[in-house]
């Protein structure tokens, strides 16, 4: 799920590690860690569905800015497909009222 | 930033180095550097010692590294099974020269030979084994081992280990591809 918010999130705009760290905490994730955001980066990297490029900072060393690469837009799909089909199965399992008991065993 | 600040934000940098000592070296240096701009970037919003402290236990922050870089390849590269396999290739090429030595002089006894016989079984890479014998027994024997081939051993050595460790990083890349 990780990879799929940093990909979204990085479909929107180029960003660097914390600066997507900080934009994970505004959209709701205010405990995330940034020792699981940078390997997670890291990882989407060597898959290459990210792309890295360092940009000089005037408040320090270079950042590494992170975009989107081709392989990048076609996962953002596909994990978005899978993750609606997972939405849809928790939700129909859950649009069903809850019983007071369970049922009995049925069949031998 | 304080030195002080300064100093914190390296030591973490230092100890998530030291964890991923495994990784080729250009990669270590890409991420010190980013881990490095990140923590500055933090550190300028919630002071140096919570950014610290959100980076979380940093052990795991290189595990998390070294998953994102050698995925499920197994077994990865390791430095200290590198040096291990590189001294039981030792252990067993001096057992094998030895037993090469042994086999040598029953091959002189059982040709009943005299005289001075010389057997390098590395070339100049190696010890030279002389054996003296007279009348047909062994008189003495005398292991030589000079400075220069000493040297040039322990480079073929160091070549064959780069070697041999360039190519088991290079298999990560190439299942990749």
Not at chain 2, 148 to 167: E, K, M, N
């Amino acid at each position: 799920v990780l990879s799929l918010l940093l990909l979204r999130l990085l479909a929107d705009a180029e960003s660097y590690g914390y600066q997507i760290v900080q934009r994970l905490r505004d959209a709701g994730l205010p405990e995330i860690s940034e020792g699981t955001v940078y390997p997670a980066l890291a990882r989407l990297e060597r898959e290459e569905r990210i792309t890295a490029r360092l940009v000089p900072s005037s408040s320090g060393p270079a950042r590494k800015y992170y975009r989107l690469s081709p392989a990048g837009y076609l996962a953002l799909g596909d994990g978005h497909v899978a993750w609606q089909g997972l939405v849809d199965v928790v939700d129909g399992l859950f649009a069903l009222p809850v019983p007071a008991e369970p049922a009995p065993p049925t069949g031998g | 930033m304080r030195l002080l600040d300064r100093c914190r934000i390296e030591r973490a940098v230092w100890v998530v180095d030291t964890w991923i000592g495994d990784l080729p070296r250009r990669r270590r240096r890409e991420i010190r550097e980013e881990l490095r701009a990140n923590m500055l970037a933090s550190a300028e919003e919630v002071g140096a010692r919570e950014a610290v402290r959100r980076l979380g236990p940093l052990q795991r922050l290189a595990v998390g590294y070294l998953d994102a870089e050698f995925g499920d390849v197994s077994p990865r590269p390791n430095w200290v099974r590198g040096v291990t396999w590189a001294l039981a290739v030792e252990i067993v090429l001096l057992a094998a020269i030895f037993a090469g030595m042994n086999g040598y002089t029953s091959a002189l006894d059982a040709a009943r030979a005299s005289g001075t016989y010389d057997w390098s079984p590395l070339g100049p890479l190696g010890p030279q084994y002389t054996e003296t014998r007279s009348l047909g027994q062994f008189d003495g024997f005398a292991i030589e081992f000079d400075f220069v081939s000493l040297l040039a051993s322990i480079g073929v050595l160091l070549l064959v280990f780069v070697v041999a460790g360039r190519t088991w990083r290079a298999v990560p890349a190439l299942r990749r591809q």
